[in-house]
């Protein structure tokens, strides 16, 4: 069974930290690019960050870049989005996603696994 698992979210105040963390199972995840994308209340569902399988090449969002930095462990089937200096705007519900094969980015259509989102909220 596919399982992408999301965690690390929750409250916090602007300018803090959190890290998250999207554990794969049931798929070669070395063979898979994994991306993080949020959707906020009301809003559609957008790219924050991704990393290639391979090489580990990233993309980030405008909005994110210098702020966030996703890596990735294959030894541990897990990658991590750390995310600094938070604003309220990043308050939404994160999701990651895995496609295999070349494609990294942020196009969703793409992406054959999903996991359930971690909450990450974000008080001024």
């Known amino acids: 069974e596919v399982q992408l698992q999301a965690s690390g979210g929750g409250l916090l105040q602007a300018g803090g930290s959190l890290s998250l963390s999207c554990l794969a199972s049931?798929?070669?995840?070395?063979?898979?690019?994994i991306g993080w994308f949020h959707q906020a209340p009301g809003k559609e569902r957008e790219g924050v960050s991704c990393?290639?399988?391979?090489?580990?090449?990233?993309v980030y969002a405008d909005s994110v870049k210098g702020r966030f930095a996703i890596s990735r462990a294959n030894a541990k089937n897990t990658v991590y989005l750390q995310m600094n200096s938070l604003k309220p705007e990043d308050t939404a519900v994160y999701y990651c996603?895995?496609?295999?094969?070349?494609?990294?980015?942020?196009?969703?259509?793409?992406?054959?696994?999903w996991g359930h989102g971690t909450q990450v909220t974000v008080s001024s």
């Open positions: 996603a895995a496609v295999s094969g070349d494609y990294y980015g942020f196009n969703s259509l793409w992406y054959e696994y």
């Open positions: 049931g798929f070669t995840f070395d063979d898979y690019a």
């Open positions: 990393i290639s399988s391979g090489d580990g090449n990233t």
